[in-house]
């Protein structure tokens, strides 16, 4: 039985590429697959794709990428994703008490504000300058977080990519094989993770927050 095992990339930027070996074993696979009787025409249960032993082999271990890339996401934003969430709680408090004093302010207190000194006046100070300090360290999470988010899904994007390559070269051995289905002329397409398909204007951090939720 021949051993389908897929080798992770590393973590270079340059675009991935299927090496000549690799190419060489591809092929090998698939007049092996084309040998045993597969056609083409057995379908993935779950999307009803034509699909070979070695097109789900590559479709597993595409995924089983993805979701290493989201779980090592996942477990290095743990603490800056706690942070955030105390900060917003915090945030909402202040702003909530800053808005509770200034409403219910005296007319000699509006003016001892307006002149820049008094009690109330120091205490509004105050709570200015945490509401200041919070949003920016908030912003800053929120940078960190979308920044490593960004990385970890163009990690296993271009991971997904690249088993696209190896399901072109697969295919087309396949296809000339000659025991391919008529119905089965183009390849089939990988299925992207759900995490890695989210539009770019989603809120993120929303989206983070319910699957760490969801989650625990």
Known sequence: MTTRSNRAPSAAR???????????????????????GASGSRFDNETRESSTPTVQAIQAHANAYA??????????????????????????SDTAAYEDKTDGLSLADRGAIADGHGPAFEELRRLERRI????????????????????????ASRY????????????GAFRR???ADRSTEHAPALR???????????RLLELWQGRNDAQA
Not at 14 to 34: S, Y
Not at 192 to 202: D, P, S
């Open 177 to 179: 094989s000659g025991t």
């Open 67 to 92: 979701r290493r890339e989201e779980q090592r996401f996942f477990a290095n934003i743990n603490r800056e994703l706690t942070e955030y969430r105390v900060l917003v709680k915090a945030l909402d």
């Open 132 to 155: 200041a300090r919070g949003r920016r360290r908030t912003d800053e999470l929120s940078a960190l977080i979308h920044s490593r988010f960004t990385s970890a899904k163009l990690r």
């Open 14 to 36: 340059a675009p991935l590429r299927v090496g000549m070996f690799a190419r060489k074993r591809l092929e090998r696979l698939a007049l092996t697959d084309a040998a045993s």
């Open 160 to 171: 997904y990519d690249h088993s696209d390559e190896k399901i072109a070269i697969y295919w």
């Open 192 to 202: 992207r993770a759900e995490w890695l398909t989210t539009q770019e204007n989603t």
